[in-house]
């Protein structure tokens, strides 16, 4: 980054700060990017998981029930990855934007429970959680730790178990629904961190926000369409090292 890229820069975290610190209420809307830091790839970038394994194929929830042995393949990798991970520095400096008082809600399209190890009290699971396990059958509920003792993890009744998150073709939980929807058509600021905002309806929350007047703020690795349809501050870079500094600057003027 030139000087004057990097100085740029820091006069839009200031502006981001200003936008947050003057709205009366803020929410979130994260991505797999901000947890690309402690180690859990996201899916779209070259690598990622949806390069290996085919969407429909593996990902959709009659793909689940017709062959759990066979999804629970590219399950085991996730779950390996997500059960040892840690919130990293973005997942805590959002943790400390709400405590300062400037975020409402975070409205999480993860499934690894950061936000809530970050220091996250407000949390819209939007695509459930990887970290409890649940029968199908006679809805027993298990830990992740389950994975460990079994592959693929079966409930006592023998019933092979499913991970607590949203597959493709299965409904949002109806309150992540409505919640999210009423946050995004209040609120005054929208942080957008680390979502390439591909999946629907996640995505259309920007847009929702934008029109009921939010300023809406993005921290990428890299431009997305929604950089240039909705975003007003577009913040480069990594979340971790992006939202530190935006921290910084939103506690400077809440103690001014
Ligand atoms: P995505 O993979 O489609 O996009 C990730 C976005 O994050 C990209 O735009 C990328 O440029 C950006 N990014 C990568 N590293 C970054 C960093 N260090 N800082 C800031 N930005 C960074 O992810 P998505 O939009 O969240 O959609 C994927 C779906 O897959 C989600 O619905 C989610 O449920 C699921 N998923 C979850 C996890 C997780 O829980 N950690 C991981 C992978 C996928």
Redesign the pocket.
Known sequence: MTAKETKKLEANIKEAAKVLSQSALNVALT???????SG??????PG??WERYDIMEYGSISAFRNNPEKVWKMLAE?GDT?KDAKPNR?HKGVGQIEQIGLLHTVIT????N?HQEGGTTNVIE??GN?KTLSCLACARTYGIEKVDSEMPPKCTCGEILKPD?IFFGEAIPPEALRDSYELASSCGGLLV???????TP?NTIPGIAKQAGAGIIE????P?HLTTLVTDIFLP????EIVPKLVDAAKELVSQ
Do not use: C, W
């Open positions: 991505g797999a990017g901000i947890s690309v830091e859990i790839p996201d899916f779209r970038s990622g998981l996730i997500i973005a399209q993860n499934i690894d950061l939007y695509h990887f998150i961190i680390g979502t390439s905002a591909q999946v996640a921290i990428n690795v890299e997305t870079g990594k979340a971790g």
